[in-house]
């Protein structure tokens, strides 16, 4: 995988539209367990919201760079 991509005549990390993937799946998670409850039984939301998010990232990026 190319660690950079050109649109438009400027380059972008391949990392950046992996973010931005991410952050919707977020964005889906975070709604699904806003509808369910999740968030409600938990002491501190956003950190928890943090860490789905580093969990969502790390793996999309194991994914991506593996050998």
């Known amino acids: 995988m190319p660690r950079e991509f050109i649109l438009f005549g400027v380059q972008f990390p391949t ?17 699904l367990f806003g509808v369910l409850g ?3 039984r938990l002491w501190h939301p956003a950190l928890a919201r943090l860490c789905i998010f580093v969990a969502i990232f790390g793996g999309a990026i194991i994914c991506l760079y593996r050998p």
């Open 15 to 31: 990392l950046l539209p992996l973010f931005l993937a991410c952050l919707a799946a977020l964005f889906l998670s975070n709604a």
């Open 38 to 40: 999740f968030y409600r």
